[in-house]
Nanobody, 123 residues
Framework: QVQLVESGGGLVQAGGSLRLSCAAS????????MGWFRQAPGKEREYVAV????????YYADSVKGRFTISRDSAKNMVYLQMNTLKPEDTAVYYC????????????????WGQGTQVTVSS
């Protein structure tokens, strides 16, 4: 069982930065790949980034590549999403999620989800 709690969302101007944090509880946190997803009003939830277990390889959606950085601190059971050069189209609720599946770009592959944190980027 893994419990996830996101924080760090807020209102920022276009071009600005935010860092989201996800605090995880559970003894087996290090076994999970950890993903960030987002959902804008009226749209489906979409994959943003993932950091795998073990070596911690990272992968990104094309829409955020080069602007966002995902990282994990297994000693602290934390996952982060550093978001730079934010755009109005990045506005969404951001969710942290955990999976043991290799299909880590798919929403349905994730077993555990946080409650989400709102990110609003003004133009």
């Amino acid at each position: 069982q893994v419990q996830l709690v996101e924080s760090g969302g807020g209102l920022v101007q276009a071009g600005g930065s935010l860092r989201l944090s996800c605090a995880a509880s559970g003894r087996t946190f290090s076994n999970y790949a950890m993903g960030w997803f987002r959902q804008a009003p009226g749209k489906e939830r979409e994959y943003v980034a993932v950091v795998k277990s073990g070596g911690g390889s990272t992968y990104y959606a094309d829409s955020v590549k080069g602007r966002f950085t995902i990282s994990r601190d297994s000693a602290k059971n934390m996952v982060y999403l550093q978001m730079n050069t934010l755009k109005p189209e990045d506005t969404a609720v951001y969710y942290c999620a955990a999976t043991l599946s290799a299909r880590w770009a798919l929403v349905k592959a994730y077993d555990y989800w946080g409650q989400g944190t709102q990110v609003t980027v003004s133009s």
